[in-house]
Every structure is written in structure tokens, then in C-alpha cells.
């Protein structure tokens, strides 16, 4: 299993963006997925996750804010973020849970004016 995440990018305060994360393999539909992310000098902390029929669950600190969502057809988890700020500059990693845990690459997203 191979994920691909993109959408990252510099966004101003008050700004969103969409990441999405692209999974191959076929066992997607009966994974878990989510996110993670780590801001320099910090832990990787979960960000959202994504069960298989569809319960979500937040950290505390983007909760209102984000939206994770699932495309079992297009093997694709998203995470919708609105209302950023610098608090959440980091990078961003997408990761699949089934038997073992996968992990993307990581994307970049900065929130600066």
C-alpha cells in the first residue's frame, strides 16, 4: 500500500485548504484512515481519523474547523480545513490503518500572512 498525499501549501490566517491522500492497493475500503501532523520540535499528534462506516473523530484543537471525509471509490481520504492559523503550520501526514499501519509522505502547510 502505497498513500500520496497532496494539497498542502502557504495559506493566510483565516485561510482553508483541502488535503487529499491517495491510497493503491485494494484494502482501503475496510481501513481506518487519517491524519496526523507535527509542527517543528513537536510530537506527531492525530489530527482527525475516519472509520470504516464513516465515524469521525477530532482533536480537541480543530474540532469546528476541519472536516475529515472518505472516497472508498476513489481510495482517497480528505481533510478539509477552514478557519487556519499558525497554530496549525505543519506537516501533514495521511495514514491507513488495516492489520498495520501505512503512512504518506507528508505535506507541507504553512498558515502566514
Known amino acids: 500500500v502505497q498513500l500520496q498525499a497532496s494539497g498542502g501549501g502557504l495559506v493566510q490566517p483565516g485561510g482553508s485548504l483541502r488535503l487529499s491522500c491517495a491510497a493503491s492497493g485494494t484494502i482501503f475500503s475496510i481501513s481506518t484512515a487519517g491524519w496526523y501532523r507535527q509542527a517543528p520540535g513537536k510530537q506527531r499528534e492525530l489530527v482527525a481519523i475516519?472509520?470504516?462506516?464513516?465515524?469521525?473523530n477530532y482533536a480537541d484543537s480543530v474540532k469546528g474547523r476541519f472536516t475529515i471525509s472518505r472516497d472508498n471509490a476513489k481510495s482517497t481520504v480528505y481533510l478539509q480545513m477552514n478557519s487556519l492559523n499558525p497554530e496549525d503550520t505543519a506537516v501533514y501526514y495521511c495514514?491507513?490503518?488495516?492489520?498495520?499501519?501505512?503512512w504518506g509522505q507528508g505535506t507541507q502547510v504553512t498558515v502566514s500572512s
Open positions: 495514514t491507513l490503518i488495516h492489520l498495520r499501519t501505512y
Open positions: 475516519i472509520y470504516i462506516g464513516g465515524t469521525t
